[in-house]
Nanobody, 127 residues
């Protein structure tokens, strides 16, 4: 069973930055999709960003494009989410997600497509 270990959440003021990290408990292999969803209180779970294997790209939600950057360290089996210019509406629990397949583009925003989820890390942005 793959475990995802997240870190990096916290409380920041609007306009500041945070970096989230997510490490997998095993080598992810040559085929994967890995990234982040979030859920704010009283809201539905929301796609944030993912990175897919095989040079097939990085994908962001419109709400974070230009402010968030997802990256991956293959040697450490770790994915990062650099969050800049944070806004109060970014406040949520952020969940790392991972699947051992390269999820097709049209399905990336469907959380049910991901087999593995982290425990979540709280990000709170004050105004």
């Amino acid at each position: 069973q793959v475990r995802l270990v997240e870190s990096g959440g916290g409380l920041v003021q609007a306009g500041n930055s945070l970096r989230l990290s997510c490490a997998t408990s095993e080598h992810t292999g040559s085929s994967y999709t890995m990234g982040w969803f979030r859920q704010a209180p009283g809201e539905e779970r929301e796609f944030v960003a993912v990175i897919r294997c095989c040079g097939t790209g990085i994908h962001y939600a419109d709400s974070v494009k230009g402010r968030f950057t997802i990256s991956r360290d293959n040697a450490k089996n770790t994915v990062y989410l650099q969050m800049n210019s944070l806004k109060p509406e970014d406040t949520a629990i952020y969940y790392c997600v991972y699947d051992k397949t390269r999820i097709i583009l049209s399905a990336l925003r469907n959380g049910a497509m991901y087999d593995y989820w982290g425990q979540g890390t709280q990000v709170t942005v004050s105004s």
